[in-house]
């Protein structure tokens, strides 16, 4: 949906070039505090930084990614607060969410994301543990993509980042099928942002698990975006640069193929090197 924060924000800098210096017009990606209300029980749930848009998809892929919710139905309305501020406008960084009646939530894991920045969210021990205590369905086997597939993602990725193009500072999370089409892409400064939003879309629509899709990310490959991966079904998680030993490691204990530094006709396959498959790939050893 429209925004009316934006999601670009016009700005005049002073370019030096040469020892010569003159101002010109930019455009800088907008970054402002997004606060998730719940209804009942009425509380705060997160205080998070991210670019105005599709914030209805961000709470709803933040719920699903915190297990808060499991399906579409779990949610009963998302609006902006109704309230004003001091200058009468409506105050579109604070999203109400009301669930279901009778929906069991358990809210203590969220107490360690009451503030995150864009930057990156909060993640550790208590991540990992609930992620296993999701009891998320094993991701799908028996699926092979090759690696001229892979190759194309990051070109198509890039060609969906509008935002990207006019100023420079986001990040894009994408959504392929598994012969490297895109489906769908959403961009934010933050990367967790990014994926819930492209989570949250899928959630709204009815379209979770990916069990046959391709998640590729902008930038490096932290713990808490295969964390989100893996709650969305996802098998394959590819990004252009690197990952965490704590991603890995994650990634190899629950069975998701994560692929680094995908650049040009090169990545790095650090973990479910079953799905990639080709008869021109030859491996002495698999991770």
């Given at each position: 949906m429209n925004h009316p924060l934006g999601s670009k924000t016009n700005a005049t800098v002073w370019v030096v070039e040469n020892g010569q210096r003159r101002s010109r017009s930019d455009r800088l990606a907008t970054e402002e505090p997004l606060e998730l209300r719940l209804l009942r029980p009425a509380r705060t749930l997160a205080v998070t930084m991210r670019t105005p848009g599709a914030d209805f998809e961000l709470a709803a892929g933040f719920l699903y990614g915190e297990g808060i919710v499991s399906d579409r139905a779990d949610i009963l309305r998302m609006s902006y607060c109704v309230d004003r501020d001091v200058d009468g406008d409506r105050r579109h960084n604070i999203v109400n969410v009301e669930l279901r009646q009778g929906l069991d939530v358990d809210l203590a894991p969220l107490e360690r994301h009451f503030y995150t920045t864009s930057a990156c969210g909060v993640c550790g021990k208590a991540s990992i543990e609930a992620l296993r205590l999701r009891e998320c369905p094993p991701l799908p086997t028996g699926i092979a993509v090759s690696p001229s597939t892979i190759y194309r993602l990051p070109e198509q990725l890039r060609s969906a980042q509008g935002i990207f193009k006019a100023t420079g500072g986001l990040h894009a999370a994408a959504l392929f099928d598994l012969?490297?089409?895109?489906?769908?892409?959403?961009?934010?400064?933050?990367?967790?942002?990014?994926?819930?939003?492209?989570?949250?879309?899928?959630?709204?629509?009815?379209?979770?698990?990916?069990?046959?899709?391709?998640?590729?990310?902008?930038?490096?490959?932290?713990?808490?975006?295969?964390q989100k991966c893996i709650a969305a079904g996802g098998p394959i998680l590819c990004a252009v640069s690197a990952p965490s030993s704590l991603a890995v490691a994650t990634a190899r204990d629950f069975g998701l193929t994560a692929i680094g530094f995908l650049r040009g006709q090169r990545f790095n396959l650090y973990s479910g090197a079953e799905r990639i498959q080709s008869e021109d790939l030859r491996s002495t050893a698999a991770p």
């Open positions: 012969d490297g089409n895109l489906l769908q892409a959403r961009e934010d400064v933050g990367r967790h942002n990014a994926l819930d939003k492209l989570v949250g879309a899928a959630l709204l629509a009815g379209e979770l698990p990916w069990s046959d899709r391709i998640v590729m990310v902008s930038g490096r490959c932290s713990f808490e975006l295969v």
